[in-house]
């Protein structure tokens, strides 16, 4: 999972199990504190923001540091409690090299048309597929009805990957906005993965991501955990 995907972007105070996505999915702002482990330890800020547009929503994260800067969105609908994806796009500059991608789905052809770093092609893709963002909203709405089957299919880097998640049960997790009950899950990679990656949700914030940590096979460790968080006007 790339450090752009981790932001949760998510990212992401009704009942546990609201009866329409309309009832969970508020538009909101969410400011994250940051901590890289690149060879060196700094820090930063990551903005997760959720907005309408028309009949569709807009997810979208931007993260900056001493360098690197990171910018996604994805661009999607919701029917019957399935999230369903219309467009996405992720840009990252950093020393070494930059990245771009860009994702247009179409769901009459069954398609996605992938362009990374402007090398265009088409690929087949299942209905619920979803892209490295909208996936984190489908799993804002299965936590919230109480689902425990959390598996996604994710087109990503021109394949089709599967991403599984573990419930763990939940965790008192203390922030700068208050403490909270959190449902803590873990990315399922396998018993011999060194990789792990545990993500907190809070059930009182609409199940928005509060803290993620994510700990690398070289032992380097990566994590978020959020500072501040405004809902607004739909």
Do not use: C
């Not at 599967?162 to 449902?183: D, M, N, R």
């Not at 949700?201 to 096979?217: G, M, S, T």
């Amino acid at each position: 999972m790339r450090i752009g995907t981790l932001f949760i972007s998510a990212l992401l105070l009704v009942s546990a199990a609201p009866g329409h996505a309309s009832e969970l999915f508020k538009p909101f702002r969410a400011v994250y504190k940051a901590q890289w482990d690149m060879g060196i330890s700094f820090g930063g800020n990551a903005i997760g923001e959720l907005k309408r547009k028309g009949d569709s929503w807009v997810s979208s994260l931007t993260a900056e540091a001493l360098i690197a800067e990171v910018h996604e969105f994805s661009e999607f609908t919701i029917q019957d409690q399935s999230v369903q994806p219309q467009h996405y796009e992720y840009h990252r500059k950093v020393i070494g090299g930059n990245k771009n991608a860009v994702l247009q789905f179409n769901w009459n052809t069954g398609t996605v048309l992938n362009d990374v770093s402007k090398k265009p092609w088409t690929m087949d893709v299942a209905p619920g597929t979803q892209d490295n963002l909208s996936y984190q909203m489908q799993l804002r709405l299965d936590l919230a009805a109480g689902k425990d089957d959390l598996v996604y299919k994710v087109a990503d880097g021109g394949k089709i990957k599967t991403y599984p998640f573990i419930k763990l049960g939940t965790e008192t997790v203390t922030t700068a906005i208050g403490s909270f009950e959190a449902v803590k899950i873990q990315r399922d990679r396998g018993s011999d993965s060194k990789r792990e990656t545990y993500i907190w949700f809070a059930p009182e914030l609409d199940y928005i991501v509060i803290k993620l940590q994510q700990v690398e096979k070289s032992g380097k460790e990566y994590s978020l955990l959020i500072d501040k968080l405004e809902f607004m006007d739909p």
